[in-house]
């Protein structure tokens, strides 16, 4: 059986927010591959683990829009 291929247009909206996934017909796929981008992410070195630290109040906050 050949595989069903979607055009954008007929795609669901993406999910909001990461408890959207849950009801999503695509959470399942959407989850996996913010896991692979989130693990490429780290192999690459983008990211470096810290302590928090609730002291630093004069940290900047990034703006993520």
């Given at each position: 059986?050949?595989?069903?291929?979607?055009?954008?247009?007929?795609?669901?909206?993406?999910?909001?927010?990461?408890?959207?996934?849950?009801?999503?017909?695509?959470?399942?796929?959407?989850a996996?591959?913010?896991?692979?981008e989130?693990?490429?992410?780290?192999?690459?070195?983008?990211?470096?683990?810290?302590?928090?630290?609730?002291?630093?109040?004069?940290?900047?906050?990034?703006?993520?829009i």
């Open positions: 059986m050949p595989k069903l291929r979607l055009h954008r247009d007929q795609l669901p909206d993406a999910p909001k927010r990461w408890k959207d996934l849950k009801d999503h017909s695509f959470g399942t796929e959407f996996q591959a913010a896991r692979a989130l693990d490429s992410c780290w192999a690459k070195d983008c990211f470096k683990q810290t302590e928090a630290n609730a002291t630093t109040a004069d940290a900047e906050v990034l703006p993520l």
